[in-house]
């Protein structure tokens, strides 16, 4: 039989063991630390080493991800591991994360690529999978894993970060449910974000990019609607519990936010009006909530929607249960969509399971200095073949860390 709900299961984060303090970047650029923390809305930023990969913060998501929800290995019949930051041109990422998390031959793994958007299209390819009964009882695994960088001194810096998001999808859900109903999505081949294959450095046209996102927004919306018969009655702004956008820093979200409300009204909103006063009543309530997580990570790019949604879980309580949230992914080059899911019933009872906060205190706060030879180091780390990579030169001890290539094979330590 088909199964008729699907949805995630079980999610995880893990991210890097290091950061930089928003203030003190501002000092170091010369740049009035509101602009960062305010203008940007971004508090701390991930620092990944030469030891930490896309590779190594997928697999430990993963792992956490299956140990916290009690789910076997053996239980994963699909793989995806959704990243903008490749380690190679031709063998996936997943590949390893496969090896690392010991899953069944019989898994079939995979990555998707398409910059922030890649993991969405791998969470709604599993569903897909698991609802035209492909699954025969298994569930699928996907991971959202990226480093962002646009480098040293450039506008896209202070919006960086880096980081991975697991998600276990499934029928009978325990965290949310999707509405397989409502569905928009969005593709227009435009230049606002991009990364040539000769480079570790994204390129953006930043006010660009904002545009399109938001275009991009407003076109899934209006596909949703067309889609659900004509009707936006069922993903109302008045009848969500809680929006998620994707997240580059944290004041993109307050945009889209003003624009879903100007799309569903369908008219322009000034900020000083009393429709404007209302939009920011709806933020502070169905957006900022959730932003606490994004604001002391980063960009994680293909998770970053995907952070919010763990931001809400760790805060949820049984209220929450069977409400409608919505989910908006944004890829630049660029690919949208915009799904409505309900919060499972129990869900609630996995808000410590989920919850990284542990994680995050544990990190080492950088100097600008030591953040910034960290960046250069990253640059090298798989350029000196047959050359060890030692984590302990870098603070880093224990865990699963890239350690070079050698025979131009990566290496990790298990
Ligand atoms: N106090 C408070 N706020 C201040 C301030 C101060 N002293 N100085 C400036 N600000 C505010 C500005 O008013 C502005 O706010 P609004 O956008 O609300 O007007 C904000 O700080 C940013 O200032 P600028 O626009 O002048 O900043 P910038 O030109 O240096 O760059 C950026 C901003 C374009 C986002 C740049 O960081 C960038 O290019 N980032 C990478 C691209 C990106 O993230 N795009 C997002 C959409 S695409 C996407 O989402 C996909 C993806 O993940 C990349």
Redesign the pocket.
């Known amino acids: 039989m088909r199964p008729t709900s699907v949805g995630i299961d079980a999610m995880a984060f893990h991210g890097p063991e290091c950061y930089v303090d928003m203030e003190d970047l501002a000092e170091a650029r010369g740049?009035?630390p509101?602009?960062f923390t305010?203008?940007?809305g971004q508090r701390q930023m991930a620092v990944v080493t030469p030891c930490e990969d896309t590779v190594t913060m997928a697999a430990q998501a993963g792992r956490r991800a299956l140990q916290a929800f009690d789910i076997d290995p053996d239980e994963i019949g699909t793989l995806i591991v959704g990243t903008e930051t490749g380690v190679d041109h031709s063998k996936p990422v997943a590949v390893y994360v496969h090896e690392l998390l010991g899953l069944p031959t019989s898994c079939r793994t995979f990555e998707t690529k398409h910059?922030?958007y890649g993991a969405m299209a791998g969470l709604t390819s599993a569903a897909d999978w698991i609802q035209a009964g492909r699954a025969r009882g298994r569930k699928a695994l996907i991971i959202a894993s990226d480093i962002?960088r646009?480098g040293l001194g450039t506008?896209?810096?202070?919006?960086q970060g880096a980081g991975a998001v697991a998600m276990v999808v499934s029928p009978d859900p325990r965290l949310i449910t999707f509405d397989p109903e409502i569905e928009g999505d969005y593709t227009r081949q435009v230049m606002?974000?991009w990364r040539p294959l000769y480079s570790k450095y994204?390129f953006?046209d930043?006010?660009y990019?904002?545009d399109?996102?938001l275009d991009a927004l407003e076109s899934c919306w209006h596909d949703a609607v067309g889609k659900a018969g004509g009707s936006h009655e069922a993903f109302a702004l008045s009848v969500l519990d809680a929006c998620f956008y994707?997240v580059?820093?944290t004041?993109?979200a307050k945009?889209a936010h003003h624009r879903h409300w100007e799309t569903e009204l369908g008219r322009a909103i000034e900020r000083d009006s009393e429709d404007g006063a209302r939009v920011e009543d709806s933020y502070r309530q169905r957006v900022e909530p959730w932003l606490s997580l994004n604001a002391d990570v980063g960009?994680i790019?293909t998770g970053?929607l995907f952070l919010c949604l763990i931001d809400y879980l760790r805060q949820a309580t049984s209220e929450r249960e069977g409400r409608p949230i919505s989910l908006f992914s944004?890829?630049?080059g660029c690919g949208a969509a915009l799904s409505i899911a309900r919060v499972s019933e129990g869900a609630a009872r996995f808000h410590r399971a989920i919850d990284p906060g542990g994680q995050l205190a544990a990190r080492r706060r950088l100097n600008v200095e030591e953040y910034e030879e960290i960046f250069r180091a990253c640059e090298e780390s798989d350029r000196n073949d047959g050359e060890r990579i030692d984590p302990a030169r870098w603070g880093l001890t224990g865990g699963l860390h890239y350690v070079g290539t050698a025979d131009h094979r990566r290496r990790y330590t298990k």
């Open positions: 740049v009035a509101a602009k305010q203008g940007i910059a922030c962002a646009y506008p896209g810096e202070p919006t606002d974000f994204a953006a930043g006010h990019s904002i399109c996102y994707h580059p820093f004041r993109m945009k960009n790019y970053s944004y890829g630049s």
